[in-house]
Nanobody, 120 residues
Framework: QVQLVESGGGLVQAGGSLRLSCAVS????????MGWYRQAPGEQRELVAS???????RYADSVKGRFTISTDNAKNRVSLQMNSLKPEETAVYYC??????????????WGQGTQVTVSS
């Protein structure tokens, strides 16, 4: 099983910055990709950014140029640097990891979520 623990959420004014981190632990063969999603009240969960094991990144159009995803593979950690935050980006942010288990089965796992609130 895989456990994901997020940190770094909070309250920030519009235009400010926050850095989210997610630590992945447990028993697995390999992490194939990690990412950040967000879900605002009444909305569907959406991809914010993702990064694969070969460090290929993908961003939602709305965050390109402002958010940066990075990994520390040695520590199984993924971070999301968020700059120039907007009030409409207020949401619960979730960490996701796509892993290959010791039995070579692929599956995804989610963190508990961390609240990001951007005030206007």
């Amino acid at each position: 099983q895989v456990q994901l623990v997020e940190s770094g959420g909070g309250l920030v004014q519009a235009g400010g910055s926050l850095r989210l981190s997610c630590a992945v632990s447990g028993s697995f063969f390999r992490i194939n990709a990690m990412g950040w999603y967000r879900q605002a009240p009444g909305e569907q969960r959406e991809l914010v950014a993702s990064i694969t094991s070969d460090r290929t990144t993908r961003y939602a159009d709305s965050v390109k140029g402002r958010f940066t995803i990075s990994t520390d593979n040695a520590k199984n950690r993924v971070s999301l640097q968020m700059n120039s935050l907007k009030p409409e980006e207020t949401a619960v942010y979730y960490c996701n990891a796509e892993v290959t288990s010791i039995l070579l089965r692929e599956y995804g796992s989610w963190g508990q979520g961390t609240q990001v609130t951007v005030s206007s």
